[in-house]
């Protein structure tokens, strides 16, 4: 039998009310108050380490049928520390308060440890940022991480730093109310006349020149470090997209506006190669594809087609703060080499015909 907490205890008192859920992690995510901050998956854990009791004796099968009136106790030890290492590391701070901090995430920097890349990542740059701030997040004093960008794609992140702020925020984002705008540089430019876009399966177009893609995404069965595209399995995912400009002479690029409806990973990625127009860069997912130097000229086609990362910038992030209640809206201008790299377009010229 588990054993209950010892150190540090905090002991949760909860009473089972009317009509009680026919087991026990569904009666207690019930009647926790809200300002415990305890998820589900939290109480399934503290099930499981014996830290619920009833009547003294610890209660471990979350299955456990419970009655109206019973009371147990939650034993709930302070937030231990985290074994990655705090780094001092320079991170771009856009907003900061006792709940959040927004970060402006540079390119090449991995968000979380992981094999290959345990140190200089920005949960070890937040650990040292952030010291004795963290709260904890699920029992371990870390930095609420709701959700990545991948390593080579710039731009804004919101990450909790308690426990009630990574629950609210979490919640925004599995109900997709939270506004997620990039900025990418596509091969071609997306449009809805084209009738090779418009009959491909799971695309279609809305007013305004903005085409929709919505497919399911799972991992490529032969490749485990990418996503495919799927119907019928997978998770739903949706990707709106608006050509903001074009480049070339016939149309060699353009810089796009992506939405997401969904965060799936590397989700516009996929769906920009799935309808045609990958993301430059992106040696993942978009081929052998080049700019072609009959629509832009040698130099510039040269230089896109050597653009080092995957040309992706989350550009804007919008989320209702977890205390205030007040909506949050931030912007991040283009990083310098996205920005050199559409000048370059922007200004280029076609080769003269002889």
């Given at each position: 039998m588990?054993?209950?907490?010892?150190?540090?205890?905090e002991?949760l008192t909860v009473?089972?009310?009317?009509?009680?859920?026919d087991r026990?992690d569904?009666a207690?995510?019930r009647?926790?108050p809200e300002?415990?901050?305890l998820s589900?998956?939290?109480?399934?854990?503290?099930?499981?380490?014996g830290?619920?009791?009833?009547?003294?004796?610890?209660?471990?099968?979350?299955?456990?049928r419970?009655?109206?009136?019973?009371e147990f106790?939650?034993m709930?030890?302070?937030?231990i520390e985290l074994?990655?290492?705090?780094?001092?590391i320079?991170i771009?701070i856009v907003?900061?308060?006792?709940?959040?901090?927004?970060v402006d995430?540079p390119?090449?920097?991995?968000?979380?440890?992981?094999?290959?890349s345990w140190?200089?990542t920005?949960v070890?740059?937040?650990?040292?940022?952030c010291?004795?701030s963290l709260?904890?997040v699920g029992g371990v004093k870390?930095p609420?991480?709701v959700?990545r960008?991948d390593?080579?794609?710039s731009g804004?992140?919101?990450?909790a730093?308690t426990?009630k702020?990574h629950?609210?925020?979490a919640a925004q984002f599995?109900?997709?109310?939270?506004t997620?705008h990039y900025?990418?540089?596509?091969h071609g430019?997306p449009?809805?006349?084209?009738?090779r876009l418009r009959?491909?399966?799971g695309?279609?177009?809305?007013t305004?020149?903005i085409?929709?893609?919505?497919?399911n995404l799972a991992?490529?069965?032969?490749?485990?470090?990418r996503?495919?595209?799927?119907?019928?399995f997978?998770?739903?995912a949706?990707?709106?997209v608006r050509v903001?400009?074009?480049?070339g002479?016939?149309?060699?690029?353009?810089?796009?506006?992506?939405?997401?409806e969904?965060?799936?990973?590397?989700?516009?990625r996929?769906h920009?190669s799935?309808a045609?127009?990958a993301l430059l860069?992106?040696?993942?997912y978009?081929?052998?594809?080049?700019?072609?130097a009959?629509?832009v000229g040698?130099?510039v086609?040269d230089?896109?087609?050597?653009f080092?990362?995957?040309a992706?910038?989350?550009?804007?992030?919008?989320?209702?703060?977890?205390k205030t209640?007040?909506?949050m809206?931030?912007?991040?201008p283009?990083p310098t080499?996205?920005?050199a790299?559409i000048?370059e377009?922007?200004?280029?010229?076609?080769?003269k015909a002889h």
């Open positions: 588990a054993e209950p907490f010892e150190k540090d205890l002991i009473t089972i009310g009317e009509d009680p859920p026990l569904k207690l995510v009647e926790v300002k415990a901050s589900r998956s939290r109480l399934m854990k503290l099930i499981a380490e830290a619920v009791t009833l009547d003294g004796v610890p209660i471990t099968n979350p299955k456990t419970v009655f109206e009136g019973q106790m939650i709930l030890g302070e937030a074994d990655t290492l705090p780094q001092n320079p771009s907003y900061e308060d006792d709940e959040l901090i927004v995430k390119v090449g920097m991995v968000v979380h440890p992981a094999p290959g140190n200089g920005l070890n740059a937040l650990l040292y940022h010291a004795d709260s904890g870390r609420g991480i959700h960008i390593k080579d794609t804004l992140l919101v990450v730093k426990d702020a629950h609210a925020l599995e109900d997709h109310s939270v997620r900025l990418a540089v596509v430019a449009n809805a006349a084209d009738p009959g491909i399966q695309v279609s177009f809305e305004g020149g085409v929709k893609i919505a497919t991992r490529h069965k032969t490749d485990r470090q996503q495919a595209v799927l119907f019928g997978g998770r739903h949706v990707t709106r903001l400009e074009s480049f002479a016939p149309e060699a690029a353009a810089l796009v506006e992506c939405w997401l969904t965060g799936r990973t590397h989700q516009i996929v920009m799935y045609g127009h860069g992106d040696d993942t978009g081929g052998r594809r080049r700019v072609a009959r629509s040698d130099p086609a230089m896109a087609n050597a080092p990362r995957q992706l910038h989350a550009a804007s992030l919008g989320f209702i703060h977890p209640k007040k909506r809206q931030f912007e991040s283009l080499d996205m920005a790299l000048e377009l922007r200004n280029s010229k076609p080769p």
